[in-house]
């Protein structure tokens, strides 16, 4: 019988274990080349259990907040295995980019995805067996053991093998009878990687509504071998019992205009927690201000810590500016200042925030500029179907003017 609790000592703050500086994010990618080819496509699903995520990157933590980048990390797993060998990895982070691009192409599912959430909370206030359920699953008391194993090591350690996230939500949805938007915020609340884009679309994808009413069910047997016998689930639903009727995939929508930034203006540099690796695209700018909007968990705090330092390196003469002056707006008046310019925030929590900022500056005269990552312009227009779609202009965007990205 599972404990009710998994090892103490396992920490939530362990930062060798999710790199979320630049150079650990870096360090990391260069020791996990080697097992980015082969290595990776036989055992990327084995899921070893709490701290013994050998056979995955773990980089999704530095992706998501763009410490590295997409681009610099296949062009280092080409130039090792060559894009044949390693075609199982290139494969996976396109896919984090394509979820990106296909929610950026389609932001009324996020706006429907915040406005589920909060029904699915109204309906546990009124709902005692759904809140008993859904008790149970947080707290990992099902008594299904992998399901309550796999809960109790996500509040543990802030992340879950991306494997068992799928078995996870299938089990969420179909054999507990739960909405999959609650089960979508409680895990994109606790991972330290959780990215709006790849974790709500995901859950979308295993209950069935993001291909034609294709759901995944979790199956005991695979999941007793993917496990190497640790557990051995039993009442597993084994067809999807949640209506699933008139699902309907939105169309694509161009994505949302913005303000490019002007270089002949003097420029506060805004940080925020998925902006960090846009700095590489911006030299060009008169930065003579260096923001950082707050971060909400101590991992972007860190983060964004570590993209301060960098971009003090990198514009000695710049004064650093609290958030609050740029919030509060009679510093940015008085500074004379009239460009604010951040990364390019896709769908999600923050740029919503920087919308709110955007047209509050907007009132003062200030423009707000957004500078889009080339990975992203390149990429994004692909993904305007489904994955499967895009596989097949993998190779050529893995090339730009005749070289390996």
Not at 66 to 86: K, N
Not at 198 to 215: C, F, I, M
Not at 317 to 323: H, K, P
Not at 329 to 340: N, Y
Request: hydrophobic share 40%.
């Amino acid at each position: 019988m599972l404990g009710t609790q998994l090892d103490c000592r396992i920490s939530k703050l362990d930062r060798n274990a999710f790199p979320l500086t630049r150079e650990a994010a870096l360090s990391r990618m260069e020791g996990f080349l080697p097992l980015a080819g082969e290595a990776y496509a036989r055992k990327r699903n084995v899921d070893l259990g709490a701290n013994s995520h050998v056979h995955v990157s773990r980089l999704s933590a530095a992706l998501r907040r763009r410490l590295i980048s997409e681009e610099e990390l296949l062009a280092a797993v080409v130039a090792e295995h060559g894009p044949d060998v390693a075609e199982k990895f290139i494969s996976e982070v396109f896919w984090r980019t394509y979820w990106k691009g296909w929610l950026e192409q389609r932001p009324g599912v996020w706006a429907g995805y915040k406005e589920a959430v909060e029904r699915g909370k109204q309906r546990l206030e009124g709902d005692r067996g759904l809140a008993s359920r859904y008790t149970d699953a947080c707290d990992g008391r099902t008594g299904i053991d992998c399901f309550d194993a796999w809960s109790q090591e996500l509040q543990a350690t802030e992340y879950l093998h991306n494997w068992a996230r799928m078995q996870f939500a299938s089990i969420w949805i179909f054999t507990l009878g739960l909405p999959w938007e609650l089960g979508a915020d409680f895990m994109l609340e606790r991972l330290v990687d959780g990215d709006q884009a790849s974790y709500t679309l995901s859950w979308r994808w295993v209950a069935g509504l993001h291909t034609s009413a294709k759901p995944y069910l979790a199956n005991a047997e695979r999941v007793q071998a993917t496990t190497g016998g640790r557990f051995a689930p039993i009442g597993l639903a084994t067809r999807a019992l949640i209506p699933l009727d008139n699902v309907s995939i939105p169309d694509a929508s161009p994505p949302r205009l913005f303000a490019l930034p002007d270089p002949s203006c003097p420029t506060t540099l805004l940080l925020t927690v998925v902006s960090l690796e846009t700095l590489a695209g911006i030299n060009a700018l008169d930065i003579q201000e260096i923001a950082v909007m707050p971060g909400e968990t101590d991992a972007d705090r860190l983060s964004l810590g570590d993209a301060l330092v960098r971009a003090r390196l990198r514009w000695p003469n710049a004064a650093v500016i609290d958030w609050v002056d740029i919030t509060s707006w009679s510093d940015v008046k008085a500074s004379g200042r009239v460009q604010i310019v951040t990364g390019f925030a896709a769908v999600g929590p923050t740029a919503d925030r920087l919308e709110k900022l955007k047209t509050e500056l907007a009132a003062q005269g200030i423009a707000l500029a957004e500078h889009l990552r080339d990975w992203d312009r390149r990429t994004w227009p692909h993904y305007r179907k489904g994955f499967f779609h895009l596989r097949e202009k993998i190779p050529s965007l893995l090339n730009r003017r005749g070289r390996r990205v």
